[in-house]
């Protein structure tokens, strides 16, 4: 089945760098392009970085550009976000995923795959 297993996070003074990384399985992750989403305490996610898997083209939020940068290691099904001079308002959940996401059953009905994500916290 699939898998996303991001991990890396923690807290970091503002200023500080981290690098947050995902582990991808149960399916063919050097076809997929790949997202990194940032949930914020009573806010949405929201996308913060893609990279194509067609020529490794990336794209980044306005929010985050210059200061992050997204990569993947196909050979080891891995997706990676180094994060350079954070601040306070980058502090959130960091998920990684496909594009476009799986759709997975649930009781509620079909849904997409998210993972557990992993906590970036930015102190002032």
């Known amino acids: 089945q699939v898998q996303l297993v991001e991990s890396g996070g923690g807290l970091v003074q503002s200023g500080g760098s981290l690098r947050i990384s995902c582990v991808g399985s149960?399916?063919?992750?050097?076809?997929?392009?790949m997202t990194w989403y940032r949930q914020a305490p009573g806010k949405e996610r929201e996308l913060v970085a893609e990279?194509?898997?067609?020529?490794?083209?990336?794209n980044y939020a306005d929010s985050v550009k210059g200061r992050f940068t997204i990569s993947r290691d196909n050979a080891k099904n891995t997706l990676s976000l180094q994060m350079n001079s954070l601040k306070p308002e980058d502090t959130a959940v960091y998920y990684c995923?496909?594009?476009?996401?799986?759709?997975?059953?649930?009781?509620?009905?079909?849904?997409?795959?998210w993972g557990k994500g992993t906590l970036v916290t930015v102190s002032p």
């Open positions: 990279i194509f898997e067609a020529d490794g083209t990336t």
């Open positions: 149960g399916f063919t992750f050097n076809i997929y392009d």
């Open positions: 995923n496909t594009d476009p996401p799986f759709t997975i059953s649930t009781t509620h009905g079909p849904s997409d795959y």
